[in-house]
């Protein structure tokens, strides 16, 4: 059975609609990456996972539960990071492990759950004092000190600098090994290549594509093809590269002519996200 | 039990150390006792022949639940929500009820503190004899702070951000303190400042603390003062139901 089922959702905030309809189903130890702009929601749909907000129509199942209506025997399974850092400012690292581990029936140990996040040296440091990467990190601490089987990672690098959200992801990665099954959103593309195992494109409340980063950059999407006649570039977009390669290097040399600046690209994750995304 | 011991005692070290918050509701009412209390403390009340000592004491104590129960607790839930604390919180398997009770319980345990403090001060700077009617005491304690925490929480309802927090909730604290006559007695006050001093609830919080500390009465001979009090706890407690959230704003 799959750990999360979606279909059909939908959503909307007065006449705007959030959720179109989507659907898609993460298995057991996954690392799924939910991508998409700012306001494609992304965060609606993690919200309805988590519980936090009502849907208007399909399905959801986490743990084969519905989030809505779930009790507290579910929430000793699923753990979440939010989209904003939410700590208690005045609590040191170790003291607000230690807090929440106490919500739990069989809580991980506070102590192993400050070096899975890298914060050994800032243990007894308060929340207040920590750098915006180290709060992300506590987040996460607190999401993984009940142990959960699911966790919802909401934007977890977003506003990090470059140095923190590789920390994140090797955190990230950790999790992976640990058998978490986790749902993260992003809208950075390399993130989600780096993390995810799959990836759906979210945009405007709908999924525009789905898949393995490699699938989703393979196949389908067209090669572009960029040469110069004169001063004009021109460029091509062909799904049979090989042969429309041929046919224009095979006429330039009839013709006696350089193709200038002649080259050839596969669409990189970045470009197949910006051609689903386009308004 | 263990859970809400166990939240208790994170809430009791998590107002403690919000430095600001401990003095804006902890020791703002007793430096306003030693102050008020050396300036007028030893003149009388004609009417009555009583020092004016002990009735700035359970005025100050008045004053207490307000700031205590009612103002510090309700600035707190703002921010805590407005934070995400509280969104995250109820996503943990921790009851919502326990969380409630356990921070309920915590604003009760520093009201104590600080009314026990005010009463030792009284009794060693002022000559205020101790109070007789330390049972009736205490469950007016307890039914005040009750009342004026169900008040905070409902007010928290009708807050929107954090940052406007302090300035609303002072804004409906502070005159009703005055007005109900914690620092003065409102007898003297022209007629509009008493009419709105007879339907607030501090008004009849203070009268009640009066009767029990200055003139003994029992608890249930101020059975009038009570049910006021009490049916504010009961709006407080309706709005806090209807309008209570534990999600930010924006998300």
Request: aromatic residues 10%.
């Given at each position: 059975?799959?750990?999360?089922v979606?279909?059909?959702?939908?959503?909307?905030?007065?006449s705007?609609?959030?959720?179109?309809?989507?659907?898609f189903?993460i298995?057991?130890?996954?690392?799924?990456?939910?991508?998409g702009p700012?306001g494609a929601?992304?965060?609606?749909?993690?919200e309805?996972?988590?519980?936090?907000?009502?849907?208007?129509?399909?399905?959801?199942?986490?743990?084969?539960a519905?989030?809505q209506t779930?009790g507290?025997?579910?929430?000793?399974?699923?753990?979440?990071?939010?989209?904003?850092?939410?700590?208690?400012?005045n609590l040191?690292?170790?003291?607000?492990l230690r807090?929440f581990?106490?919500?739990?029936?069989?809580?991980?140990?506070?102590?192993?759950?400050?070096?899975?996040i890298?914060?050994?040296?800032?243990?007894?440091?308060?929340?207040?004092?920590?750098?915006?990467?180290?709060?992300?990190?506590?987040?996460?601490?607190?999401?993984?000190?009940?142990?959960?089987?699911?966790?919802?990672?909401?934007?977890?690098?977003?506003?990090?600098?470059?140095?923190?959200?590789r920390?994140?992801?090797?955190?990230?990665?950790?999790?992976?090994?640990?058998g978490?099954?986790?749902l993260?959103t992003?809208?950075?593309?390399?993130?989600?290549?780096?993390?995810a195992?799959?990836?759906?494109?979210?945009?405007?409340?709908?999924?525009?594509?789905?898949?393995?980063?490699?699938?989703?950059?393979?196949?389908?999407?067209?090669?572009?093809?960029?040469?110069?006649?004169?001063?004009?570039?021109v460029?091509e977009?062909?799904?049979?590269?090989t042969?429309?390669?041929?046919e224009?290097?095979?006429?330039?040399?009839?013709?006696?002519?350089?193709?200038?600046?002649?080259?050839?690209?596969?669409?990189?994750?970045?470009?197949?996200?910006?051609?689903?995304?386009?308004? | 039990?263990?859970?809400?011991?166990?939240?208790?005692?994170?809430?009791?070290?998590?107002?403690?150390?919000?430095?600001?918050?401990?003095?804006?509701?902890?020791l703002?009412?007793?430096?306003?006792?030693l102050?008020?209390?050396?300036?007028y403390?030893n003149?009388?009340?004609?009417?009555?022949h009583?020092?004016?000592?002990?009735?700035?004491?359970?005025?100050?104590?008045?004053?207490?639940?307000?700031?205590?129960a009612?103002?510090?607790?309700a600035?707190?839930?703002?921010?805590?929500?407005e934070?995400?604390?509280?969104?995250?919180?109820?996503?943990?398997?921790?009851?919502?009820a326990?969380?409630?009770?356990?921070?309920?319980?915590?604003?009760?345990?520093?009201?104590?503190?600080?009314?026990?403090?005010?009463?030792?001060?009284?009794?060693?700077?002022?000559?205020?004899?101790?109070?007789?009617?330390?049972?009736?005491l205490f469950?007016?304690?307890?039914?005040?702070?009750?009342?004026?925490?169900?008040?905070?929480?409902?007010?928290?309802g009708?807050?929107r951000?954090?940052e406007?927090?302090s300035?609303?909730?002072?804004?409906?604290?502070?005159?009703?303190a005055?007005?109900?006559?914690?620092?003065f007695?409102?007898r003297d006050?022209?007629?509009?400042?008493?009419a709105?001093?007879?339907?607030?609830?501090?008004t009849?919080f203070?009268?009640?603390l009066?009767?029990v500390m200055?003139?003994?009465?029992?608890?249930?001979?101020?059975?009038?003062?009570?049910?006021?009090?009490?049916?504010w706890?009961?709006?407080?407690?309706?709005?806090a139901?209807y309008?209570f959230?534990?999600?930010?704003?924006?998300g």
């Amino acid at each position: 059975m799959s750990t999360i089922v979606v279909r059909d959702l939908v959503k909307s905030y007065g006449s705007n609609e959030a959720l179109r309809g989507i659907g898609f189903t993460i298995e057991a130890g996954e690392v799924f990456g939910l991508l998409g702009p700012n306001g494609a929601g992304k965060t609606t749909t993690v919200e309805i996972l988590e519980g936090y907000r009502k849907r208007d129509g399909g399905t959801v199942e986490v743990l084969g539960a519905d989030p809505q209506t779930a009790g507290s025997a579910w929430r000793e399974q699923v753990g979440f990071v939010l989209q904003s850092s939410s700590l208690y400012p005045n609590l040191s690292v170790s003291e607000s492990l230690r807090l929440f581990a106490g919500y739990y029936a069989a809580p991980r140990d506070p102590d192993e759950v400050v070096e899975l996040i890298g914060l050994d040296e800032k243990r007894d440091a308060r929340a207040r004092t920590l750098s915006g990467g180290q709060k992300r990190r506590l987040d996460l601490g607190l999401a993984l000190v009940g142990d959960p089987t699911v966790l919802f990672l909401d934007e977890p690098t977003t506003g990090l600098d470059p140095g923190a959200r590789r920390a994140a992801w090797d955190t990230v990665r950790g999790l992976r090994a640990l058998g978490k099954t986790v749902l993260l959103t992003t809208h950075y593309l390399d993130e989600a290549e780096q993390l995810a195992d799959r990836v759906a494109v979210l945009t405007r409340g709908e999924i525009v594509s789905e898949g393995t980063p490699a699938e989703l950059t393979g196949g389908a999407v067209e090669t572009e093809i960029r040469y110069r006649v004169g001063s004009d570039e021109v460029v091509e977009r062909t799904s049979e590269p090989t042969r429309r390669l041929h046919e224009l290097t095979g006429e330039a040399l009839e013709r006696g002519e350089e193709l200038d600046a002649l080259e050839v690209r596969r669409p990189t994750l970045e470009d197949v996200y910006l051609e689903l995304t386009d308004e | 039990m263990k859970l809400l011991l166990h939240e208790f005692r994170a809430q009791q070290l998590l107002f403690w150390r919000n430095r600001e918050a401990a003095f804006f509701t902890f020791l703002l009412p007793v430096i306003f006792f030693l102050v008020f209390g050396s300036i007028y403390g030893n003149s009388t009340i004609t009417k009555e022949h009583l020092r004016a000592a002990p009735f700035l004491q359970a005025g100050m104590i008045g004053y207490g639940v307000a700031s205590t129960a009612f103002a510090g607790l309700a600035i707190s839930v703002v921010v805590r929500r407005e934070s995400g604390v509280l969104k995250r919180v109820r996503g943990t398997p921790l009851p919502p009820a326990v969380y409630v009770l356990a921070v309920l319980l915590s604003t009760f345990v520093v009201f104590l503190i600080e009314a026990t403090t005010i009463i030792v001060i009284g009794r060693v700077l002022f000559s205020v004899p101790l109070p007789d009617r330390l049972l009736s005491l205490f469950f007016a304690l307890v039914i005040g702070s009750a009342s004026f925490a169900a008040l905070g929480l409902g007010l928290t309802g009708f807050v929107r951000s954090a940052e406007g927090s302090s300035a609303v909730i002072n804004f409906v604290y502070l005159p009703m303190a005055l007005i109900s006559g914690t620092f003065f007695t409102p007898r003297d006050y022209p007629g509009f400042l008493r009419a709105i001093a007879d339907v607030l609830p501090l008004t009849y919080f203070t009268k009640l603390l009066r009767n029990v500390m200055v003139r003994d009465h029992h608890l249930w001979s101020e059975l009038g003062s009570l049910a006021v009090v009490a049916l504010w706890g009961v709006i407080g407690a309706i709005a806090a139901v209807y309008r209570f959230r534990w999600q930010p704003r924006d998300g």
